[in-house]
């Protein structure tokens, strides 16, 4: 039996429909050190991709069929399972090169070659994952081959592989069997496996259900959210992925960026082809990793996650409480730019929202620490705000370049980027705008104006740790100053308290204390007068309800 072009694209199709069906199941599965995005999804959204251009695909070619759902793979691939299938594929579109019809051997070969480059995209490849259940179905593949070509003898040695690879997991990885779940990656594989084998066996397109709650052939108790069974450190903050478009004039190879990436992280993969760069990593430095790869090229996409938040939500949910209600987006409605200034801001908190709009700015953000907004978010800010000129605040070191990427994306008016990296910064920016002056002398003005203001802040210990030779237990009370921690304390009215004396200068002249949604009004109260009393009436000190998550007390001192 052979298969042309139309008949693999119908078995992708339903493989895509499988996992579809599945995702929220393969969901539960992922556990450490934490799902960097949801893998079912991952892997669902990513072949989705491919289903999505082979719609619009007439060929009964396997060549092409390979082809097209290789080169959108890559570009739709999320996270790092959603990469690996891409190169899986990517094995595909070489193996059947130059083939319109393709047997069982043929489909075993380019698995094969799928299997070795995702092997070599992976830094350190860990077996026990998606990688070893592609291992072990191609290896079961070409044996079956070795005795019958024929397509459904060797494509059902791969499915039967597949399965006992991923049943085989939880002996490669420790952590899965203490979780007593299998690989999810692993698992979201299968699902594809065996959605193509329905296809190649009986020309039936699993169904896409609209409910894809749907449960797979694993238990309930099996399929219980792994995520946060363990509170191991996440050694890294922030999943970072992105699409450079490859400069032909670039000589370097994409290896060289791989072996950068491996300095400021783990969880490395790179890979390539003629026209594009897909990158993952998880680092500390996103904005180190997107400075490199313009190196090579422009930054199509960009996608940052914050994996510490994603824990701590999954445990949130563990343990039967339900997360913090998400606020309603605001719903924004692009408009003509007719005003000749505009400003967009970045901020966490009714507080600091207000804030901000008195300051000028006509759309605010929400995001901050732990809760970036996409380059999206802000995009559709300054859509909304009807100036030629757009000023916009991230007041996060961590949003500067979401916000930077906005620039590329408007053509119809101007957006400035002020680098502030906190709320003091951006409040300060704010307040040093000058109507009387042109756009570019502004944009000099509010830059130059962020150094002069000092941040401190005060938070908890998300986890042990250690400072100084001193131990800090989680949730400890702890202040940074301009971003470094120099105190522990046991209230925040304290820590604050020794964070001013520490800032204030001898030419400091105003101190604004801003007080957090887990701060009361007498504990606020408390600490302004603390420092009314320490500092007199030579410093001005104000006190404001920011509302903000995450810090007790931001303090702003110039």
Not at 9 to 32: E, P, R, V
Not at 176 to 205: H, P, Q, R, T
Not at 342 to 358: R, T
Request: net charge negative.
């Amino acid at each position: 039996m052979m298969i042309n072009g139309e008949a693999l694209k119908n078995a992708i199709i339903s493989g895509a429909n499988n996992i579809t069906n599945q995702k929220n199941k393969i969901n539960d599965l992922n556990i450490f050190p934490v799902p960097d995005g949801d893998t079912g999804t991952n892997m669902s959204m990513t072949i989705n991709a491919a289903v999505k251009e082979l719609a619009k695909k007439e060929t009964d070619s396997a060549e092409e069929i390979a082809l097209c759902t290789a080169s959108s793979m890559l570009r739709g691939a999320r996270g790092n399972s959603g990469v690996i299938l891409s190169l899986l594929f990517r094995g595909f579109a070489k193996g059947l090169k130059g083939r319109h019809n393709a047997d069982g051997r043929d489909l075993a070969v380019a698995l094969g070659l799928g299997v070795e480059a995702a092997y070599k995209a992976v830094a350190k490849p860990a077996e026990g994952t998606i990688l070893t259940v592609a291992r072990v179905a191609y290896e079961k593949g070409i044996k079956a081959a070795d005795e019958n070509s024929e397509l459904l003898y060797v494509w059902d040695a791969v499915c039967e592989g597949a399965q006992e690879a991923l049943e085989q997991t939880p002996e490669l990885l420790p952590v899965l069997k203490k979780a007593g779940v299998v690989d999810a990656g692993g698992k979201g594989l299968c699902e594809i496996f065996e959605g193509m084998m329905s296809y190649f066996a009986d020309n039936i397109i699993i169904e896409l259900k609209e409910d894809n709650n749907t449960k797979s052939d694993l238990s309930d108790d099996e399929f219980r959210s792994a995520a946060a069974e363990f509170d191991d450190d996440i050694t890294f903050t922030y999943c970072t992925e992105f699409i450079v478009g490859r400069d032909e004039s670039v000589t370097t190879e994409p290896n060289d960026l791989r072996l950068f990436l491996e300095t400021i992280g783990d969880c490395v993969v790179v890979v390539d082809d003629e026209e594009i760069i897909k990158v993952h990593v998880h680092t500390e430095q996103p904005g180190d990793a997107l400075t490199k790869a313009l190196e090579f090229g422009q930054l199509l996409t960009v996608k940052i996650e914050n994996m510490k938040e994603q824990h701590k939500k999954a445990k949130e949910e563990n343990e039967g409480r339900k997360p913090a209600p998400k606020a309603e987006k605001e719903k924004l409605t692009p408009c003509e730019p007719t005003d000749e200034i505009g400003f967009v801001a970045v901020a966490a908190g009714d507080g600091l929202c207000e804030l901000f709009k008195d300051l000028g700015c006509l759309h605010v953000v929400s995001g901050g620490q732990s809760m970036n907004p996409s380059t999206d978010d802000i995009y559709e800010a300054v859509m909304a705000t009807p100036a030629k000129t757009v000023f916009v605040l991230p007041n996060n070191k961590n949003i500067i370049m979401a916000a930077q990427q906005t620039a590329s994306l408007v053509t119809d008016r101007q957006v400035v980027v002020i680098p502030s990296k906190t709320i003091p910064q951006g409040i300060t920016a704010m307040l040093s705008f000058d109507g009387d002056l042109s756009a570019e002398s502004n944009k000099q003005l509010m830059s130059d104006s962020l150094s002069t203001v000092d941040t401190g802040l005060v938070t908890f210990a998300a986890r042990d740790s250690e400072f100084g030779g001193k131990k800090i237990k989680e949730g400890e009370i702890i202040a940074l100053e301009n971003g470094k921690l120099t105190i522990t304390e046991k209230t925040p009215v304290k820590a604050v308290y020794k964070l001013a004396k520490n800032l204030v200068k001898k030419d400091t002249s105003f101190i604004t204390l801003i007080y957090g949604d887990s701060v009361s009004q007498d504990e606020a109260n408390e600490a302004l007068h603390m420092l009314q009393e320490k500092f007199g009436s030579a410093i001005d000190v104000t006190l404001v309800d920011g509302g903000q998550p995450v810090y007790y007390f931001i303090l702003s001192v110039e």
